[in-house]
């Protein structure tokens, strides 16, 4: 998918998926391993991201990287615009995953115990 600056607006070319805004660190990497420079995932979906970078970018570079939550990731670079590029994934992904929390217990069970409530904290305990 090749495009003129053109084409491309502010926020890159037209979507094929709805696209959930988030902030997302990663490191993108060369098909050989070599580090890329990190990233900050801006938009998501199943389809593909919009980042901003630390290096240049060519379309039809291709990257791989690690998304929280979803694992390995490969693609294309399809736009180019200043130092924010758009990725076309190789396959697409679940990209509620990249919004789950870290860890397994919940925000409240994490808690310190004054902080939770005792209703809470007696259905712990149960």
């Not at 979507?15 to 900050?40: E, W």
């Not at 060519?58 to 924010?84: F, H, N």
């Amino acid at each position: 998918m090749n495009m003129d600056e053109d084409d491309v607006g502010e926020r890159g070319p037209a979507r094929q998926s709805r696209r959930d805004s988030l902030f997302l660190l990663t490191v993108l990497n060369a098909p050989d391993g070599r580090d890329l420079g990190n990233a900050r995932v801006r938009n998501l979906s199943a389809s593909g991201l919009m980042a901003d970078c630390e290096k240049p970018f060519a379309v039809g570079d291709r990257v791989s990287m690690k998304l929280r939550g979803v694992g390995d990731v490969e693609g294309a670079i399809a736009w180019v615009k200043d130092d924010r590029i758009g990725v076309s994934f190789d396959r697409t992904i679940d990209p509620k995953l990249a919004r789950r929390p870290v860890g397994g217990a919940s925000s409240v069970e994490k808690a310190p115990d004054y902080l939770r409530s005792q209703t809470h904290v007696s259905r712990l305990r149960r």
